[in-house]
């Protein structure tokens, strides 16, 4: 199996389907995930998607997600 490093391009990463959030701008402001073959998940910014994309373990996601949904990163944005 090819080993992925963070700071992939993008582009390079073929036969995957990017997913946004329904909550983004329609300005372009999304982050973009995608679900890649062995359980890791990608993450790129929406308004260079040939940029760099960043490659997460399903864990680091799952901890991710579960810190969003309990408003550890609340203060961020406020």
């Known amino acids: 199996m090819q080993q992925i490093f963070n700071g992939?391009?993008?582009g390079m990463l073929q036969g995957i389907i990017w997913v946004r959030s329904?909550?983004?701008?329609?300005?372009?402001?999304?982050v973009e995930m995608a679900?890649?073959?062995g359980g890791a998940v990608?993450?790129?910014?929406?308004?260079?998607?040939?940029?760099?994309?960043?490659?997460?373990?399903r864990?680091?996601?799952v901890a991710f997600l579960a810190g969003a949904?309990?408003?550890?990163?609340d203060t961020l944005v406020e």
């Open 35 to 37: 679900a890649l073959p």
């Open 59 to 61: 864990a680091e996601i």
């Open 22 to 30: 329904r909550r983004s701008a329609m300005e372009g402001n999304c």
């Open 69 to 73: 949904r309990d408003g550890e990163f």
């Open 8 to 10: 992939v391009p993008a």
């Open 42 to 57: 990608a993450v790129r910014n929406s308004r260079d998607p040939e940029g760099p994309a960043l490659i997460y373990t």
